[in-house]
């Protein structure tokens, strides 16, 4: 049974997203536009393993990357944990210590998730200074039961609530139900400090960029 750390609740919050668990009991895979989630997601679990280019296909105009392992201890113990193969629609709770909460977590955000900021200018005809800094964090599953469970758990750990949406989607096999777990600016900037909560995490470099002016620390 691997040894629970920082790395391997991030590597599982990409997998929980991002990743498949094979019908073969071993192989488990993580793809990404991101080259640098691979690498860093190969980092996290001890990994060399080569990482390939996958086609260009109808919903993906762009690269993406693949990196596929074969690790039959792995799999069976991400197993235990609530991890399983073709797991997208039915995934509930994952077994995470909490203490290595926050880094499962950055690994969901990474994976699935999304951080959004802009000016919001609307009111500036009634005044010129009424300009606002909208910040939002989102996590997106198309299981219910999984993003329940991760509300529930962020509101245990950090008193924070958020909101829970639910939006229709279009894919190839038709339309299916997308549901968003929302933080919106104070609660996603407490939220951000606790995911990111000291320099030099896994993370990737290019959230991390939209994050880092709402950090607390100097």
Request: proline share 4%.
């Amino acid at each position: 049974m691997p040894k629970f750390s920082s790395n391997l609740a991030y590597a599982i919050g990409l997998i929980t997203t991002d990743g498949c668990l094979y019908s073969d009991q071993r192989h488990i895979s993580l793809v990404s536009a991101d080259k640098q989630l691979i690498e860093t997601f190969n980092k996290c679990l001890g990994k060399t393993n080569r990482i390939t280019i996958n086609p260009r296909s109808s919903l993906s105009k762009n690269d993406s990357y693949r990196v596929q392992i074969g690790d039959v201890k792995l799999f069976r113990w991400l197993s235990t944990i609530g991890l399983f193969p073709n797991k997208s629609l039915t995934l509930g709770k994952i077994k995470i210590n909490d203490r290595f909460f926050p880094d499962f977590l950055r690994g969901h955000l990474d994976g699935d998730g999304s951080i959004v900021s802009y000016e919001d200018k609307y009111l500036q005809h009634i005044n010129p200074k009424y300009i606002y800094q909208r910040l939002f964090v989102y996590f997106l599953s198309a299981s219910k039961k999984h993003l329940v469970w991760l509300r529930e758990s962020i509101t245990r750990l950090t008193n924070l609530s958020g909101s829970l949406n639910k939006k229709i989607t279009k894919s190839q096999k038709g339309k299916h139900p997308l549901y968003v777990l929302k933080f919106s600016t104070n609660e996603a900037k407490r939220l951000l400090n606790w995911i990111y909560y000291r320099p030099g995490l896994p993370c990737l470099i290019r959230k991390y960029a939209k994050a880092e002016q709402y950090l607390f620390r100097k």
